[in-house]
């Protein structure tokens, strides 16, 4: 972590909880994070769509220092696009954030980088915030292929995205072969593609650019290992998938695995 970057963590919830869950969950948050917690680190939760207008009232109504955002959005503005939602819906719903790339969508729903790139420009098009993820599977990792296969895939995400979009971009590096599986990345496999990513975006925009990027892990964090990945100067939070799903353990995650705020 670097004190020039203020650090995020972001809640993946992925298809779980329902907008009544979701309420509990958030207000579960609300009660454990301080000023302090939020003064230190921005905390984000990422529901599915269906919790987003609940997660809106509670957010809104109690004026919580929790913001949110979406795991997907369509490339379409509007129109004909069955089943899809609009960065225009999600910005009318208060998110901040937007996913974009996540594995899971680059494999489930074939998203190449093309789309994923469509995705990026379709979140700033609407102001929302992408948090632009890229990782390598397991065989790509064997060969020692690990940060070319990130570096590609934040060159074709970014084609055409202009310097000051570039600014405010969160990048998250997820090694598909840690997501899920409870085979966290090393501190150190960590900031070797965090770096090497910080150090693309210096050429392909400027050193500005490079040092406001914050650059998130995600691959099966816990509370347990997320202060080992922080102490890493080019790591900058956390995108956290199943331990989000547990407001204790989230919580101490936000607090870069201390246990009192
Ligand atoms: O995919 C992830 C977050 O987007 C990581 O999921 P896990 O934390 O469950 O490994």
Redesign the pocket.
């Known amino acids: 972590m670097s004190t020039a970057r203020k650090p995020l963590f972001a809640g993946?919830w992925?298809m779980n909880l329902n907008h009544l869950e979701a309420i509990a969950l958030v207000q579960k948050l609300a009660f454990s994070l301080t000023d302090k917690d939020f003064d230190r680190a921005d905390v984000a939760v990422l529901p599915p769509f269906t919790d987003l207008r609940s997660v809106q009232t509670l957010v809104d109504g109690d004026k919580l220092r929790i913001v949110y955002g979406a795991q997907d959005l369509s490339v379409h503005d509007s129109g004909a696009y069955t089943g899809e939602i609009s960065g225009t819906m999600l910005a009318k719903l208060g998110c901040t954030y937007v996913?974009a790339g996540?594995?899971?969508r680059r494999q489930y729903h074939r998203e190449d980088d093309q789309v994923v790139g469509a995705k990026v420009q379709a979140a700033y098009r609407h102001s929302l915030t992408p948090i632009l993820?890229v990782g390598e599977g397991l065989p790509v990792r064997q060969a020692g292929g690990h940060v070319a296969y990130a570096v590609s895939q934040l060159d074709a995400a970014l084609n055409g995205v202009k310097t000051e979009q570039a600014r405010s971009l969160v990048l998250?590096y997820?090694p598909v072969w840690?997501?899920?599986?409870g085979e966290v990345a090393t501190p150190d496999d960590a900031q070797e593609v965090c770096t090497a990513l910080r150090a693309r975006l210096a050429e392909l925009y400027d050193a500005e650019v490079a040092a406001a990027v914050r650059i998130l892990y995600?691959?099966?964090?816990k509370s347990d290992n997320i202060a080992g990945i922080m102490a890493q100067p080019d790591v900058d939070g956390a995108?956290?998938?199943?331990?989000?799903l547990d407001p204790a353990d989230f919580v101490k995650i936000c607090r870069f695995g201390e246990i009192s705020g």
């Open positions: 993946n992925k996913l996540h594995s899971e993820c998250a997820e840690a997501i899920g599986t995600g691959g099966s964090v995108l956290v998938g199943g331990a989000s």
